[in-house]
């Protein structure tokens, strides 16, 4: 009785402990499966990319601008460079690089010392010879009045004509002699041919100079322009009035234009064609800067996407758009480029698959995105 009892109780706590195996085994086969799906979860969240509005951008039909590169440097329209019209010390000169000049204005002297005293010397010319006039004068009237009475001979008279008239082209050439003195007074005076900046200063207070010599460089950046050379063949398709979008070099800021002239002949050697383009002012410009852009000559409707969102790192150019919120890689086929509203686009056709009318794209902001990859848009808070 003592032996089936002892069996008994061992039966017990074998069932008991296989059961407790049992329970254990199935605890662990349901927390390795709750780990299961919870990775499976995090791995799908990570495989979820989130999208700002920004993000995208839409496949339209536009109407883009083509046109040709051009480029060029700024030059002021109106500039001068006043130069030393007789030879001195100059002085009166105090101007500096930058400096605003009105038109009319004295910008230096030339030392007159010298050419004072040529005036007062042509001046006492000019009284002598008159003085000669006067007496040359008087001895013809009393000769006239001697002939009349018959006490001397018309030879006499006419001799005294002659003395008259030597006398009176004496003067005027006193005279003339005075005038280019007095030129020569006012050229040591030297005045701002135009209102506008001073851009260079090429001689110095005190500096001793020679006629024709450059003083100064006056530049009026109240109208620009940019002269540009272009091929004969591309030439052909300007005309006055057509705008351009330009830039300056180094920088992103804009620059309108407008073809002005077009120069009748080519150049010699290259053959180019320059052309002559009207720049709107502004206070960031100044003359010399390099400038290039593009000049619009046609335009033209086609299905088109940004430029940069078009990717090239596999063999064929292609474009990540998205399909029921996904990423999908889809080749295309690029057509013409041009500008619309300031960017720059690209006429594309799909190739396999059909690029539409507002398909979505994924703009160069998101980068490379793996075919496949979910895709869902942050809410927008108001």
């Given amino acids: 009785m003592k032996k089936h009892l002892r069996l008994i109780t061992l039966a017990v706590i074998v069932l008991v402990a296989a059961w407790g195996a049992y329970q254990g085994l199935a605890q662990r ?3 390795a499966l709750a780990a299961t799906v919870a990775a499976e979860a995090a791995k799908e969240r ?19 601008t083509q046109g040709l590169s051009v480029s060029g440097t700024l030059k002021a329209v109106n500039s001068a460079v006043v130069k030393a019209r007789v030879a001195g010390e100059l002085i009166d000169f105090t101007l500096r690089e930058g400096d605003r000049v009105k038109q009319g204005q004295v910008v230096a002297r030339v030392d007159p010392t010298e050419y004072l005293a040529r005036q ?5 010319q000019v009284d002598a010879a008159m003085a000669q006039v006067e007496v040359a004068q008087k001895q013809f009237d009393n000769n006239q009045a001697l002939v009349d009475q018959g ?9 005294s004509l002659f003395n008259l008239n030597g006398a009176k082209a004496s003067h005027q050439a006193a005279v003339a002699a005075l005038d280019v003195a007095r030129k ?3 050229d040591t005076v030297l005045k701002a041919p135009l209102s506008g900046l001073v851009a260079q200063r090429l001689a110095q207070a005190g500096e001793r100079v020679a006629p024709d010599a450059r003083i100064l460089e006056i530049v009026d950046l109240t109208q620009l322009e ?7 063949a591309d030439a052909a398709a300007v005309r006055i009035g057509q705008s351009a979008r330009l830039a300056l070099e180094g920088s992103s800021v804009p620059v309108q234009a407008r073809v002005l002239r077009i120069n009748p002949s080519t150049q010699a ?8 383009l009207a720049v709107q002012a502004q206070p960031e ?9 593009q000049l619009a000559t046609t335009d033209i409707s086609v299905l088109a996407v940004p430029l940069t969102s078009v990717r090239t790192d596999k063999p064929q150019p292609y474009v990540q758009w998205i399909d029921n919120d996904q990423v999908r890689h889809m080749t295309v086929t690029l057509g013409a480029r041009g500008q619309s509203q300031a960017q720059s686009m690209v006429a594309v056709t799909g190739v396999g698959a059909t690029l539409r009318e507002g398909t979505t794209i994924l703009s160069v902001s998101t980068g490379a995105v793996r075919e496949g990859t979910r895709v869902k848009f942050t809410t927008v808070k108001p």
């Fill in 29 to 31: 086969k349901a927390t």
């Fill in 46 to 64: 990570a495989q979820t990319l989130e999208l700002a509005p920004s993000d995208t951008v839409l496949a339209q039909t536009l109407t883009l």
């Fill in 120 to 124: 007062r010397q042509a001046q006492r």
């Fill in 151 to 159: 006490f001397i001979s018309k030879t006499a008279l006419d001799t």
């Fill in 184 to 186: 020569s007074v006012e």
């Fill in 226 to 232: 940019v002269e540009a050379a272009l091929p004969p």
């Fill in 269 to 276: 050697g290259s053959r180019s064609v320059l052309i002559y």
């Fill in 285 to 293: 410009l100044r003359q010399g800067l390099f400038v290039q852009g």
